[in-house]
């Protein structure tokens, strides 16, 4: 069935290391993919999305990959801080005129020490 | 701008009982979603509107969950009667038009049904 899930539950990585949080998705007729940062007691918090037809797109010390070929994404955190320290969920959208489908995934838990 | 707000944060009622979750979007946002997330199930969209109408209700998990929007500064999410396996966090979301992808998500209401 249609799904976009991630490949690993937890990552621990160091202060000042970079990050990569992998998601997969099945579904090949998503128009956007989107990662959220939900830290603990909050709600989610938008960071970066991508186009469909895009396979890379920066932020501010935050890269998503898409890779169409094998219906994988990736959120890429360069020089990693503690205040990083969230679950961050991929999720997909689809829009088919002003009608929304969005999904979103588990969710992965980085873990930051200092 | 205050942000999403939602009330009561948390919510601790007995099976049976009716219970009425509020949202307040941002200013401005035309579009408002509910969520609810629990561990097994993640983040699922229940429903969601834009210009206080209903769009899409297809998350909506039974005839016991309701929504309305009567005005564009408030929203509920009523659960009657209420059951144990309801017990989640639930998320309320706001967004500017044509920006459903960059959702502003509410600090959620913790429900606990005994």
């Known amino acids: 069935g249609e799904s976009v899930g991630l490949h690993l539950p937890t990552l621990s990585v160091q202060e000042g290391d970079n990050s990569i949080i992998n998601c997969a998705y099945s579904?090949?007729?998503?128009?956007?993919f989107i990662w959220y940062k939900q830290e603990s007691g909050k709600g989610p918090q938008f960071i970066i999305d991508?186009?469909?037809?895009?396979d890379k797109r920066q932020g501010q010390r935050v890269t998503v990959l898409l890779n169409k070929t094998v219906k994988h994404l990736s959120l890429q955190i360069a020089a990693t801080q503690p205040g990083d320290s969230a679950v961050y969920f991929c999720?997909?959208?689809?829009?088919?005129?002003?009608?929304?489908?969005?999904?979103f995934g588990k969710g992965t838990l980085l873990t930051v020490n200092p | 701008d205050a942000g999403v707000i939602q009330s009561p944060r948390h919510e601790v009622t007995e099976m049976g009982q009716e219970v009425t979750l509020r949202c307040k979007p941002i200013?401005?946002?035309?579009?408002l979603f509910w969520y609810r997330q629990t561990m097994m199930r993640g983040l699922e969209l229940l429903i969601y509107?834009?210009?206080?109408?209903?769009?899409?209700d297809s998350g909506m998990p039974e005839d016991r969950f309701s929504a309305k929007m009567p005005n564009a500064s408030f929203s509920t999410l009523k659960i009657q009667p209420s059951e144990p396996r309801d017990s989640a966090v639930y998320f309320c979301?706001?967004?500017?038009?044509?920006?459903?992808?960059?959702?502003?998500f509410g600090p959620g209401t913790r429900l606990t049904v005994l």
């Open positions: 979301a706001s967004s500017l038009p044509g920006q459903v992808r960059e959702q502003f």
């Open positions: 579904n090949s007729a998503s128009d956007y």
């Open positions: 991508i186009r469909s037809n895009m």
């Open positions: 999720a997909e959208i689809r829009a088919r005129g002003s009608n929304y489908k969005l999904t």
């Open positions: 200013s401005g946002h035309d579009y």
């Open positions: 509107f834009n210009n206080n109408v209903p769009i899409d």
